[in-house]
């Protein structure tokens, strides 16, 4: 609403008496000062020298509008069109109240006649547009548009605005034909580029993304957003180089360690882990002693399941500093990867010392602690958090606790007693279910999950497993989809969640659509072996035998650094009979 008040009531017409003038100058000093109340005052004192004046009206219904009394503010425009019936910024605005107030039909009608007074006048197009946009008529606001394109021929504002609001939306279509014309009314906008160039990635054209960006850095070169969006459309389009030539000009103008991460981030995105390894050990020597620069290293080496090299990442990470707590656990956590089972459960117990109530910091004690040959320890470990404070969190990880140790029949019937005191605690609901698929009882975890959504209709883990078992047991594959979607309209851009989908595909036999689901899933989370396995499978049914040795062999590299990301356990031997199936030149042999 502000800016339309800001562009109405411009007119400075002549005031009846000095004093109305006075009251009228020392408002707008109040407005700017922030004090809408003492502008009301002031506009009073005016008017009442000066009553029905229309500007002064106009001023006044501004300043209720933003104090949000849009009914006063309603009554006041309403004076000011009765007395003066071709005053354009009474119109405006009274417009505008009515559109914030919902009322479109009676704000359509002051909107048309602010255009028919003044057709030259980019404002009162702008809000029309705006309220066929929230009537839910795209059409009609691009007519609007279109119409002051035709009385301001150049004009670029209404495409401009209106582009961007409907790229906001998702309607990707209105969205780009609006902004190429905006773009090509004012070649130098470096938003309505940049928005472009999401449409451009979001629909699978990274070249024009690039090429897009490549005409906002013409006009802003320093543009540090940009040029992030650039090397990460450059990577896409499949040029390192390009990307690199990008990422290096930011990493020169930033010396922020976040934008460091975000650089390496996004080569890890694209699978270039040595260059993503490169831009952090670069950005630490540079930064030398920034704690932060040390932790965003630790967490990308992690993700790389390079432990050791983590673990010293997240060691110059001082006591202290606000990521210390969670270094500590991390650095723990690799060191336990990597076989230094002391090293990592001193850390541990320090970090359970100071903070004996966090579920987290007791999981990873106690799954240090099975790693180091101590499951009975572990367990215990578990049990103590329960009795001081039970979650869902430790009640899943004491249950798998024990599955790993064959006891996964005790580990039900736990779970099937804190349940029957809750029965209505979903996260306990999603714990059982989840047991009971480890021990392969698909029939009682799909139970549980429903279970779960009796609960809670919304919860997007539940909906994704459901489908995802749906999928695996070749069962109602339609319903399956629904889940999964539903899952993925709760939480987008879920790695785990776009597998299921490919997954369900897949066993639909829908092969090209399952490599697209499954490709975004392994950007999303390019080092997981269950969605590479599934990519792999996915290439092999679309006859690209080579793509599917690849991604099953990225999946053996990253289950030889990290087994414990097997899913199941037995995957790593499945990989190699895949792979070993495959002709000679895919297999790489």
Same mark, same amino acid.
């Given at each position: 609403?502000?800016?339309?008040?800001?562009?109405?009531?411009?007119?400075?017409?002549?005031? *009846?008496?000095?004093?109305? /003038?006075?009251?009228?100058?020392?408002?707008?000093?109040l407005?700017h000062?922030?004090?809408?109340?003492?502008? &009301?005052?002031?506009?009073?004192?005016?008017?009442?020298?000066?009553?029905?004046?229309?500007?002064l009206?106009?001023?006044?219904?501004?300043?209720?509008?933003?104090l949000?009394?849009?009914?006063?503010?309603?009554?006041?425009?309403?004076?000011?069109?009765?007395?003066?019936?071709?005053?354009?910024?009474a119109?405006?605005?009274?417009?505008?109240?009515?559109?914030?107030?919902?009322?479109?039909?009676?704000a359509?009608?002051?909107l048309?006649?602010?255009?028919?007074?003044?057709?030259?006048?980019?404002?009162?197009?702008?809000?029309?547009?705006?309220?066929?946009?929230?009537?839910?008529?795209?059409?009609?606001?691009?007519?609007? &548009?279109?119409?002051?394109?035709?009385?301001?021929?150049?004009?670029?504002?209404?495409y401009?605005?209106?582009?961007l609001?409907?790229a906001?939306?998702? @309607?990707?279509?209105?969205?780009?034909?609006?902004?190429?014309?905006?773009? #090509?009314?004012?070649?130098?906008?470096v938003e309505?580029?940049?928005?472009?160039?999401?449409?451009?990635?979001?629909?699978?054209? !990274? %070249?024009?993304?690039?090429?897009?960006?490549?005409?906002? $850095?013409?006009?802003?070169?320093?543009?540090?957003e940009?040029?992030?969006?650039?090397?990460?459309?450059?990577?896409?389009?499949?040029?390192v180089?390009?990307?690199?030539?990008?990422?290096d000009?930011l990493?020169?103008?930033?010396?922020?360690p976040?934008?460091a991460?975000? &650089?390496?981030?996004? /080569?890890?995105?694209?699978?270039?882990?040595?260059?993503?390894?490169?831009v952090?050990?670069?950005? #630490?020597?540079?930064?030398?002693?920034?704690?932060?620069?040390? /932790?965003?290293?630790?967490?990308?080496?992690? #993700?790389?399941?390079?432990?050791p090299e983590? %673990?010293?990442?997240? =060691?110059?990470?001082p !006591?202290?500093?606000?990521?210390?707590?969670?270094?500590?656990?991390?650095?723990? #956590?690799?060191?336990?990867?990597?076989?230094?089972? +002391?090293?990592?459960?001193?850390?541990?117990?320090?970090?359970?010392?100071?903070?004996?109530?966090d579920?987290?910091?007791?999981?990873?004690?106690?799954?240090? $602690?099975?790693?180091?040959?101590?499951?009975?320890?572990?367990?215990?470990v578990?049990?103590?958090?329960?009795?001081?404070?039970?979650?869902?969190?430790?009640?899943?990880?004491?249950?798998?606790?024990?599955?790993?140790?064959?006891?996964?029949?005790?580990?039900?019937?736990l779970?099937? @007693?804190?349940v029957?005191r809750?029965?209505?605690?979903?996260?306990?609901?999603y714990?059982?279910?989840?047991?009971?698929?480890?021990?392969g009882?698909?029939?009682? %975890?799909?139970?549980?999950?429903?279970?779960?959504?009796?609960?809670d209709?919304?919860?997007? +883990?539940?909906l994704?497993?459901?489908g995802?078992?749906?999928?695996?047991?070749?069962?109602?594959?339609?319903?399956?989809?629904?889940k999964?979607?539903?899952?993925?309209? $709760?939480?987008p851009?879920?790695?785990?969640?776009?597998?299921?989908?490919?997954w369900?595909?897949?066993?639909?036999?829908?092969?090209?659509?399952?490599?697209?689901?499954?490709?975004?899933?392994?950007?999303?989370?390019?080092?997981?072996?269950?969605?590479?396995?599934?990519l792999?499978?996915?290439?092999?049914? =679309? *006859?690209?035998?080579?793509?599917?040795?690849?991604?099953?062999?990225?999946?053996?590299?990253?289950?030889?650094?990290?087994p414990e990301s097997a899913?199941p +356990?037995?995957?790593? =031997?499945? $990989?190699?009979?895949k792979?070993?199936?495959? +002709?000679t030149?895919?297999?790489?042999r």
């Amino acid at each position: 609403m502000r800016e339309a008040m800001d562009a109405a009531a411009t007119d400075e017409e002549s005031f *009846s008496s000095s004093a109305s /003038y006075a009251n009228y100058l020392q408002a707008r000093l109040l407005h700017h000062a922030g004090d809408h109340r003492g502008a &009301v005052d002031a506009l009073r004192l005016s008017l009442a020298t000066d009553d029905g004046h229309p500007l002064l009206l106009t001023r006044l219904a501004e300043e209720y509008a933003r104090l949000g009394s849009l009914d006063k503010a309603e009554r006041e425009l309403r004076r000011a069109v009765e007395r003066s019936p071709a005053y354009y910024p009474a119109h405006v605005l009274l417009g505008r109240v009515l559109l914030e107030s919902g009322r479109y039909t009676r704000a359509r009608l002051h909107l048309r006649r602010a255009v028919a007074l003044k057709p030259r006048e980019p404002e009162a197009y702008l809000v029309l547009a705006q309220l066929h946009l929230e009537a839910g008529a795209p059409d009609e606001a691009v007519k609007v &548009v279109d119409a002051l394109a035709l009385a301001l021929p150049g004009e670029a504002s209404g495409y401009r605005r209106l582009g961007l609001a409907l790229a906001e939306r998702g @309607d990707v279509a209105r969205a780009e034909r609006l902004l190429v014309e905006a773009s #090509r009314r004012d070649p130098g906008d470096v938003e309505v580029l940049s928005a472009l160039a999401k449409l451009y990635e979001a629909t699978g054209r !990274p %070249a024009e993304a690039e090429e897009a960006l490549a005409s906002a $850095l013409r006009r802003d070169p320093d543009s540090q957003e940009v040029l992030l969006a650039a090397g990460r459309a450059a990577l896409k389009a499949g040029s390192v180089v390009r990307a690199r030539a990008y990422f290096d000009r930011l990493l020169s103008l930033s010396t922020e360690p976040e934008m460091a991460v975000r &650089v390496a981030f996004s /080569y890890l995105a694209a699978r270039e882990p040595a260059a993503a390894a490169e831009v952090l050990d670069s950005a #630490r020597r540079a930064g030398e002693g920034e704690p932060r620069l040390a /932790y965003y290293a630790g967490l990308v080496h992690e #993700r790389m399941r390079r432990f050791p090299e983590a %673990a010293a990442a997240f =060691a110059a990470v001082p !006591p202290g500093h606000d990521v210390f707590p969670d270094a500590r656990v991390r650095r723990a #956590r690799c060191l336990s990867l990597g076989g230094e089972h +002391p090293r990592a459960l001193a850390l541990l117990r320090a970090a359970l010392q100071d903070a004996p109530e966090d579920a987290e910091v007791r999981t990873q004690y106690a799954r240090a $602690l099975e790693r180091a040959g101590t499951p009975a320890k572990a367990e215990a470990v578990l049990k103590e958090g329960l009795a001081a404070a039970p979650s869902a969190a430790l009640y899943d990880a004491l249950a798998a606790t024990l599955h790993r140790q064959g006891r996964g029949t005790e580990a039900l019937a736990l779970l099937r @007693d804190v349940v029957a005191r809750t029965p209505r605690d979903e996260e306990l609901l999603y714990v059982l279910g989840a047991a009971h698929e480890r021990q392969g009882d698909v029939d009682g %975890a799909l139970a549980r999950m429903r279970a779960v959504l009796e609960v809670d209709p919304d919860h997007a +883990p539940a909906l994704n497993f459901l489908g995802y078992l749906m999928a695996q047991a070749g069962r109602d594959l339609d319903e399956a989809e629904r889940k999964v979607l539903r899952a993925l309209e $709760l939480r987008p851009d879920t790695g785990a969640f776009l597998d299921s989908l490919g997954w369900v595909y897949f066993r639909r036999g829908e092969y090209l659509r399952a490599v697209e689901a499954l490709e975004r899933a392994s950007t999303l989370s390019p080092d997981e072996p269950v969605i590479l396995e599934h990519l792999g499978d996915a290439y092999q049914r =679309a *006859s690209r035998m080579e793509d599917a040795a690849s991604a099953w062999r990225r999946a053996l590299d990253v289950l030889a650094l990290d087994p414990e990301s097997a899913e199941p +356990p037995g995957q790593r =031997a499945v $990989l190699e009979r895949k792979l070993k199936a495959l +002709p000679t030149r895919a297999s790489g042999r």
